[in-house]
């Protein structure tokens, strides 16, 4: 008998083969068992998502592990509920049944990964009153409900801008049946217990999105990581005010986003912009709301920002524009076939061409001619990742559409990338080839009880 089919914590959970770059696992229980499958059943792949991780990481912050890892033990775990605690753990322990070798803290270090900046800023400007470095903007997302939707439920999007080195491995679709809270179905990574791209619904009707807060600074040394309260509002909302509340009770600052939420059983949608010092709430029955790491609030921008609100070339500005354009022309028709369009949208609105680069929606910084604030200069290795949609009849089935790389139809090649941009070279060892997937229905499993044994090999 095979050693996983001996193991009793991996009762119910299973993996199934990669599908169109997806890889779906299912798992379910108590906390430390929901970790412990996590990590016996994706063992190799959060190994391998640790280092790239780690390289990503200390490049960008010029810290070591070691020095993150102290970081992570004295700013994150702190605020981290026994609930989690015990699910990073059962992922360690997982992995270690597997032969693994990370603790709990890689573990913690590897899910704050995107609230490093924020912190290590807030010293910057506190301490050595320097100004704050622009944090890598990630995102274009909307939803929408009412006259703008074909059927006047609720439609979402979203696509995920990050570096092609980390976001290669953004390739897991999670299916959580927690034992307490609801049922989960998010996109994410290895090793992580939030989808941290932050697309996901779960079975009280509650479908969440978001996109980041361009330019933001601002931290709390005492709150709760964003990691820990994105997870704990796609859990435990059964409302937009439940989402909210989640989200801002103990918030550090840390990966500030604009929020897009629906509530399918109501067909009211929100965008909860949230910033450290302001906090907005927005509602509608009616309307769309979109993100493309634009701030919104006057007052958040002036406080919280250093964002060019006033520069219409800016590529986030450009975006929000390419974004009303195509709600207005799709308003009363938008559907699931239309969120696919938008997600890939190479539409440039200041050139007026099709010309994928960092100011169209679907990202290509790969392909820019002059790169973006917050990434690195030219030609980085970014872009879009990976794209989901949804609709309400969906939701309800516990479903959603999912493209993994660039679901447009463009691909990248890490080894020609490398060769006319060798100031790239540092990411040799672990840039992966991009392929362009074609998009792939996922929805939550039935009642089975058999691992796939492919996960054990």
Known sequence: MAAWARDAKLAGAFRQPEQNGWIYVHLEGKPAAVGYQ????????????????????????????????AISKKIFWPGIPTEYRQELTGIADGLHARGGKLDVIDLVTMNAYMEFDYYLNSLKRRKDHQPADVTAEHCSAFIATGNYTK??????????????????????????????????????????????????????????????????????????????????????SESIDDFARYMETGNNGGYANTWLIGD??????????????????????????????????????????DYPADDPNAPNNCRHRRWDQLMAQYK????????????????????????????????????????????????????????????S?????????????????????????????????????????MKANPWTVFQKAGDVKTAVAEAAN
């Open 38 to 69: 996590h990590g016996y059943l994706l063992a190799t792949e959060i190994e391998d998502n640790k280092r790239a991780i780690e390289l990503s990481t200390t490049h960008e912050t010029g810290k070591t592990w070691d020095e993150l890892r």
């Open 332 to 391: 009363g028709r938008i559907d699931v076939n239309a969120a696919e369009k938008f997600e890939t949208d190479h539409y440039d609105v200041i050139t007026h061409e099709i010309d994928p680069n960092e100011r169209t929606l679907c990202g290509h910084i790969d392909r820019s001619s002059r790169g973006m604030p917050g990434w690195q200069p030219p030609y980085s290795p970014a872009g879009v990742a990976n794209a989901k949609v949804s609709d």
């Open 393 to 433: 009849a969906m939701a309800e089935r516990m479903s959603f559409i999912a493209g993994a790389g660039h679901p447009c139809g463009v691909e990248f090649h890490a080894a020609a990338h490398l060769k006319q941009h060798p100031e790239f070279a540092w990411e040799a060892p672990l840039l992966h080839d």
């Open 151 to 236: 059927d006047g439920k609720i439609v979402i999007g979203h696509n995920n801008w990050t570096d092609y080195l980390t976001g290669t491995r953004w390739n897991v679709i999670f299916d959580i049946a927690p034992s307490e809270g609801h049922r989960i179905l998010m996109d994410g990574m290895p090793g992580l217990i939030h989808s941290a791209d932050d697309f996901g619904i779960n079975d009280a009707g509650m479908m969440i999105t978001e996109t980041t807060i361009s330019s933001f600074h601002g931290f709390n040394e005492h709150g709760i990581p964003e990691f820990v309260r994105a997870r704990k509002a796609m859990q435990y």
């Open 264 to 305: 399918r059983k109501t067909n009211e949608i929100g965008r909860l912009e949230l910033g450290l010092k302001n906090v907005t709430l927005t509602r509608s029955r009616d309307g769309y709301f979109a993100g493309s790491n634009f701030p919104i609030n006057p007052k958040l921008i002036k406080e919280e920002t």
